[in-house]
């Protein structure tokens, strides 16, 4: 069943939206930003470059999410632990970049100097080099995941259980991360960037480029996901999402079909942090916060799980909302989103896109 949803969802209309999407972000918008002047109406400023590239970063964890919730029926309340680790693994490599214009003018970052450390710990080592910190935003949360995930998955845990788990090592990590001993910034985190691969990384060309990578990759992770769960490991997946037990009997044993699910998505997660970096300009422990890795929830839910299209879409909605929300009326949008929650939960089980193309099949039933 969920294949053939996955299928139809990725019709004919589908893929040209995606041809469309592919051409609005990588050529449309930067001809938009770099070629039509400030004056003109058609401008594109550099505050919704950054805005929509922003979201395209969180639509990728929403996709990440909805392999192993949507998919696999493994319900994690903890992803942002992975998002945020891929943000400081190239947060660590854009402070190396400053060199020395920072504050303090030292060869340390400036937080170092301020807490009056005298050289980089050993796990800074290296990290000056761009390939070597592209590394680190894969092996780390993908061995953490591996970890986690082997110890859990073999225990069976699962369920509320398992989601109560994921929160509390996000929690714990949040914690670790906001000491000033651990040698990643404290509470202020990573900030004042200067420079991506030598490059001004508040040019506009350097914005621009830091977009369309985060395009291609959002298309990319898509198809990878689309090809995952339309294959045979995909229908492995559902069966042990709708039924393990009966998986078991059958002679599969899900623990390398769940951790390998688990791991991607743990990796597919740290890779739109490291795009989230550069592009935001900060990254500190509050993205660890479990209110933040229960808004990835929030999203596939709200877009419809078990779609792949349907996260994308709902986390552009909240995110899109948020944005202005949480301008206008920033004491109450956590209370806003609780309730979109609720009421998606009790009125709209299947998110936007189900209800939608639930809504298509009744009218085209009528006609």
Known sequence: MNKTLTERIFGPKAWMGLAIFAAITLILVPVLNLVVPESSALHLSTYWVTLIGKIMCYAIVALAMDLVWGYTGILSLGHGIFFALGGYAMGMYLMRAIGREGNYQSDLPDFMVFLNWKELPWYWVGTEHFLWAMLLVVLIPGLLALVFGFFAFRSRIKGVYFSIITQALTFATMLLFFRNETGFGG???????????????????TRIVLFGLTAILLIGFLLLARYIVTSKLGRVLAAIRDAETRVMFSGYNPLPYKLFI?????????????????????????????????????????????????????AGLINGVKSWFTVAFPEYWLYFLGLIFVLVTLYMPRGVLGEARALLQKRGECA
């Open 262 to 314: 688990w791991v991607v998505s743990a990796v597919i997660c740290a890779i739109a942090g490291a795009l989230f970096v550069p592009q935001v300009g900060i990254i500190n422990p509050s993205e660890m916060s479990p209110a933040n890795s229960i808004e990835i929830a929030i999203w596939v839910a709200v877009g419809g799980r078990g779609t792949l299209i349907g996260p994308l879409i709902g």
């Open 187 to 205: 509470n202020n985190g990573f900030t004042d960037f200067k420079r991506i691969l030598g490059y001004h990384i508040t040019a506009p060309s």
